[in-house]
Nanobody, 128 residues
């Protein structure tokens, strides 16, 4: 059974930083795409950032220049682990952040949400 586990959420003041981590385990097939999505209060789920196994990235405009998605090479399972470094956080970044993983890189390139596996989400709250 595939598990997607997020960690690193919390409460931070505006202007601060947080780093979210995500690890996928149990997949029989190669995970070639991973992404972070978020859903704020009363809002639809939206893409934050995505990355392919080859390192190609796709960022939403809201996070460009502030957020970085990358493979988490500090983990044993680096190929199936990513982090999202979030700097200069704003109150409007408050949301539940979800990690997603998939077998096809097309989800990253096209910016769609057709990922095969999703985590339970981690809350990020930015106070003003």
């Amino acid at each position: 059974q595939v598990q997607v586990v997020e960690s690193g959420g919390g409460l931070v003041q505006a202007g601060g930083s947080l780093r979210l981590s995500c690890a996928v385990s149990g997949s029989r097939f190669s995970i070639n795409a991973m992404a972070w999505y978020r859903q704020g209060p009363g809002k639809e789920r939206e893409l934050v950032a995505a990355i392919t196994s080859g390192g190609r990235t796709n960022y939403a405009n809201s996070g460009k220049g502030r957020f970085t998605i990358a493979r988490d090479n500090a983990r044993d399972n680096a190929k199936n682990s990513v982090y999202l470094q979030m700097n200069s956080l704003k109150p409007e970044d408050t949301a539940v952040y979800y990690c997603a993983a998939g077998l096809s890189i097309s989800t990253v390139i096209a910016g769609t949400d057709s990922y095969d596996y999703w985590g339970q989400g981690t809350q990020v709250t930015v106070s003003s």
